[in-house]
């Protein structure tokens, strides 16, 4: 008996220790530097994550900023839950349905069922949208959804399909929101660790994105991505390693569906632990950022190599080291610089004049130009126009401006992507910011680069003001060529037809578009709709509600054409009439708008001091040029109204 009782004492011994020593030795968990800004050095912001459950009530006594090993006076102060942004991946590809029978059931099932604890965990002031991707990345819901349609979102993941690991993260990046510095985000991607797209060894390349853009833009961003493989014992997804070591975030590897839920509730808990940390630097060039936080009688360490704005003495010394202006004696290098110069406006106009032939040609023509440069031209160049143009694209969309400037253009009939022109423009701008620095300082160069995408705005807007108004011109014609067709028997989209081959541009190309839509499938009335819309005209609306009405309760389509046209062209007449009275005051306004410009152009090339006393008499002279630019608005304001009549 005591024998027994011995040896039941030593197992319990045993298993006594280990679990004692288990939990004495329990890991609080991990403290990171998330991000640093040092924009508004010397203050230094830094962003901090600490592991969830820790009791922090003091932030100004746990933490403890080293700058270089030197302590630093800091202030801190924990991030509201509601500038807190979560975007949540699910991957729904077709090995996410696994094999029934295995882990209590097919992946995607305990991939729902850990997502949904996840946000249940939230509060509700968080900010979080749901995607997915399969063989395409979708976003399912939006930041402004309620919890309850992320819930269902979830509840309703299907398996199928190949894996997009990488579009699915640039797609999460792009619809990340813009924070003022307070704000907290972070990407939480599920993968079962099959190797993803974007990998030239593998079939299943459904990424239209590579490895190594992803990890370019996640180490841009600044945005950690989390991510958790599960059942990933088949392979090791070193792809999704890649991306969260270049986004600092953390991986989480489980083949247990229970684990799975606490590692989804564990990251949701360490969300909410995010501190804002700032301090005034003293140090310049590469430093050592140490973070220390004591709570629950455990110090925690992070640290990490930051890069400081020089200070004043190496200001100092680079102004020093900064040569003498010219001398007489440097006059030949002068007209070199010159003669440099000449060349380099010569090609900027050149330039110029390539892109009004890529604009102005026609697009049989431009196409097929496009071809000739796309198999002789450089590849290299056209990969890295590509690249750019892409980058603007999802700027645009990032910032929501990629739809109305592409109804801008195609209302100019300007035959570019958004990104395309962006690129055009900004291209454009940075060369006439390199003339002006180059002909007269910067203050010339950021006058002239504001120009240049003045003049292109202002382009667009012309061309699609004359591109509407030759639309509206033609309009009565067309009207006549869609009636005359009905009467030969012809039905609506028949009679469209016959005028996109018959009429002339811009009527022939917006009717073909309307063709080309309603044969893909689109509904008639939404394809008027989307053209009048294009079109800008109001007597077009009353054409597309004519049409809509007769298609609803019949009748004589050819005679209420008629009629219509009719009204039009006594409009457009009364129109003309108004325009060609109202010619002398429109050209007094131009001249008066013109003449202070040319004005100064003059005296300013004749004795450019002259002028000079306005911009060098301080105050005064700055309070002469701003009256003169409102009187100025005011009397164009004021000139259209008188010269306008809208009817």
Same mark, same amino acid.
């Given at each position: %008996?005591?024998?027994?009782?011995?040896?039941?004492?030593?197992?319990?011994?045993?298993?006594?220790?280990?679990?004692?020593?288990?939990?004495?030795?329990?890991?609080?968990?991990?403290?990171?530097?998330?991000?640093?800004?040092?924009?508004?050095?010397?203050?230094?912001?830094?962003?901090?994550?600490?592991?969830?459950?820790?009791?922090?009530?003091?932030?100004?006594?746990?933490?403890?900023? @080293?700058?270089?090993?030197?302590?630093?006076?800091?202030?801190?102060?924990?991030?509201?839950?509601?500038?807190?942004?979560?975007?949540?991946?699910?991957?729904?590809?077709?090995? %996410?349905?696994?094999?029934?029978?295995?882990?209590?059931?097919?992946?995607?099932?305990?991939?729902?069922?850990?997502?949904?604890?996840?946000?249940? &965990?939230?509060?509700?002031?968080? &900010?979080?949208?749901?995607?997915?991707?399969?063989?395409?990345?979708?976003? #399912?819901?939006?930041?402004?959804?309620?919890?309850?349609?992320?819930?269902?979102?979830?509840?309703?993941?299907?398996?199928?399909?190949?894996?997009?690991?990488?579009?699915?993260?640039?797609?999460? #990046?792009?619809?990340?929101?813009?924070?003022?510095?307070?704000?907290?985000?972070?990407?939480?991607?599920?993968?079962?660790?099959?190797?993803?797209?974007?990998?030239?060894?593998?079939?299943?390349?459904?990424?239209?994105?590579?490895?190594?853009?992803?990890?370019?833009?996640?180490?841009?961003?600044?945005?950690?991505?989390?991510?958790?493989?599960?059942?990933?014992?088949?392979?090791?997804?070193?792809?999704?390693?890649?991306?969260?070591?270049?986004?600092?975030?953390?991986?989480?590897?489980?083949?247990? *569906?229970?684990?799975?839920?606490?590692?989804?509730?564990?990251?949701?808990?360490? $969300?909410?632990?995010?501190?804002?940390?700032?301090?005034?630097?003293?140090?310049?060039?590469?430093?050592?950022?140490?973070?220390?936080?004591?709570?629950?009688?455990?110090?925690?360490?992070?640290?990490?190599?930051?890069?400081?704005?020089?200070?004043?003495?190496?200001?100092?010394?680079?102004?020093?080291?900064?040569?003498?202006?010219?001398?007489?004696?440097?006059?030949?290098?002068?007209?070199?610089?010159?003669?440099?110069?000449?060349?380099?406006?010569?090609?900027?106009?050149?330039?110029?004049?390539?892109? *009004?032939?890529?604009?102005?040609?026609?697009?049989?023509?431009?196409?097929?130009?496009?071809?000739?440069?796309?198999?002789?031209?450089?590849?290299?160049?056209?990969?890295?126009?590509?690249?750019?143009?892409?980058?603007?694209?999802?700027?645009?969309?990032?910032?929501?401006?990629?739809?109305?400037?592409?109804?801008?253009?195609?209302?100019?009939?300007?035959?570019?992507?958004?990104?395309?022109?962006?690129?055009?423009?900004?291209?454009?701008?940075?060369?006439?910011?390199?003339?002006?620095?180059?002909?007269?300082?910067?203050?010339?160069?950021?006058?002239?680069?504001?120009?240049?995408?003045?003049?292109?705005?202002?382009?667009?807007?012309?061309?699609?003001?004359?591109?509407?108004?030759?639309?509206?011109? &033609?309009?009565?014609?067309?009207?006549?060529?869609?009636?005359?067709?009905?009467?030969?028997?012809?039905?609506?989209?028949?009679?469209?037809?016959?005028?996109?081959?018959?009429?002339?541009?811009?009527?022939?190309?917006?009717?073909?578009?309307?063709?080309?839509?309603?044969?893909?499938?689109?509904?008639?009335?939404?394809?008027?709709?989307? @053209?009048?819309?294009?079109?800008?005209?109001?007597?077009?609306?009353?054409? %597309?509600?004519?049409?809509?009405?007769?298609?609803?309760?019949?009748?004589?389509?050819?005679?209420?054409?008629?009629?219509?046209?009719?009204?039009?062209?006594?409009?457009?007449?009364?129109?003309?009439?108004?325009?060609?009275?109202?010619?002398?005051?429109?050209?007094?306004?131009?001249?008066?708008?013109?003449?202070?410009?040319?004005?100064?152009?003059?005296?300013?090339?004749?004795?450019?001091?002259?002028?000079?006393?306005?911009?060098?008499?301080?105050? $005064?002279?700055?309070?002469?040029?701003?009256?003169?630019?409102?009187? %100025?608005?005011?009397?164009?304001?004021?000139?259209?109204?008188?010269?306008?009549?809208?009817?």
């Amino acid at each position: %008996m005591r024998r027994l009782t011995a040896l039941l004492s030593a197992a319990a011994l045993l298993v006594a220790v280990p679990v004692a020593v288990a939990g004495a030795q329990e890991d609080l968990g991990t403290l990171s530097i998330d991000t640093v800004h040092v924009d508004g050095h010397p203050e230094v912001e830094a962003a901090v994550t600490a592991p969830g459950g820790l009791d922090i009530e003091e932030v100004d006594t746990a933490f403890r900023i @080293l700058e270089d090993g030197e302590e630093r006076p800091f202030e801190g102060q924990l991030v509201a839950s509601s500038d807190v942004h979560v975007i949540l991946i699910v991957d729904s590809s077709g090995s %996410m349905g696994g094999r029934p029978g295995e882990l209590g059931g097919p992946p995607i099932d305990a991939a729902r069922d850990a997502a949904g604890r996840f946000l249940e &965990q939230l509060p509700d002031d968080v &900010q979080v949208a749901v995607h997915a991707y399969d063989t395409r990345p979708a976003a #399912l819901t939006d930041f402004d959804a309620p919890r309850d349609e992320h819930l269902e979102a979830v509840e309703d993941l299907q398996a199928g399909g190949e894996t997009a690991l990488y579009d699915a993260a640039l797609m999460a #990046l792009d619809s990340f929101p813009e924070t003022d510095g307070n704000g907290h985000g972070a990407l939480v991607l599920l993968t079962d660790g099959e190797d993803p797209g974007g990998d030239a060894t593998r079939s299943t390349n459904t990424s239209e994105a590579t490895l190594d853009e992803a990890v370019e833009r996640l180490a841009e961003a600044g945005v950690p991505l989390h991510g958790v493989e599960y059942e990933s014992s088949d392979l090791e997804n070193e792809s999704l390693r890649a991306m969260v070591a270049a986004s600092d975030g953390t991986v989480h590897t489980t083949d247990d *569906a229970d684990t799975l839920s606490d590692i989804y509730e564990q990251l949701a808990t360490d $969300l909410l632990n995010r501190y804002t940390l700032r301090y005034e630097s003293e140090g310049s060039g590469t430093v050592e950022l140490t973070v220390e936080l004591e709570a629950d009688g455990e110090t925690l360490t992070a640290s990490r190599t930051i890069e400081l704005p020089e200070g004043e003495e190496a200001t100092e010394a680079e102004e020093a080291a900064v040569p003498p202006p010219p001398t007489s004696a440097d006059s030949g290098r002068s007209l070199l610089s010159t003669a440099g110069l000449a060349v380099g406006a010569a090609l900027w106009f050149v330039a110029l004049a390539i892109i *009004a032939l890529a604009l102005f040609v026609p697009g049989e023509r431009r196409a097929q130009i496009a071809g000739a440069a796309h198999h002789g031209g450089n590849r290299g160049l056209t990969e890295v126009t590509d690249r750019v143009t892409l980058v603007a694209d999802r700027a645009l969309n990032r910032r929501g401006y990629q739809q109305a400037l592409n109804t801008a253009l195609e209302r100019a009939g300007i035959d570019l992507r958004p990104g395309e022109f962006v690129v055009l423009v900004g291209s454009g701008a940075v060369t006439a910011l390199a003339v002006g620095v180059a002909l007269n300082g910067w203050l010339l160069g950021i006058l002239l680069a504001v120009v240049a995408v003045i003049v292109a705005r202002l382009v667009v807007s012309f061309m699609a003001a004359r591109r509407q108004a030759k639309f509206a011109d &033609q309009l009565s014609d067309t009207l006549q060529l869609l009636s005359g067709s009905l009467r030969a028997g012809y039905s609506i989209l028949q009679a469209i037809d016959a005028v996109a081959r018959e009429a002339d541009s811009p009527t022939a190309e917006e009717f073909g578009r309307l063709v080309v839509e309603t044969r893909l499938g689109r509904d008639l009335d939404d394809a008027l709709e989307a @053209l009048a819309g294009r079109v800008d005209s109001q007597d077009f609306e009353w054409v %597309m509600q004519a049409i809509e009405i007769n298609r609803e309760v019949g009748g004589d389509l050819a005679e209420v054409l008629d009629t219509v046209g009719e009204t039009i062209r006594e409009r457009d007449q009364i129109r003309r009439q108004v325009k060609a009275l109202s010619a002398e005051g429109r050209l007094s306004a131009y001249v008066l708008l013109a003449l202070p410009f040319g004005v100064g152009f003059m005296i300013y090339l004749g004795n450019p001091g002259y002028l000079a006393e306005l911009t060098n008499g301080g105050l $005064l002279g700055w309070g002469l040029i701003a009256t003169g630019v409102v009187l %100025m608005t005011v009397g164009v304001i004021w000139m259209r109204k008188l010269v306008k009549l809208v009817f």
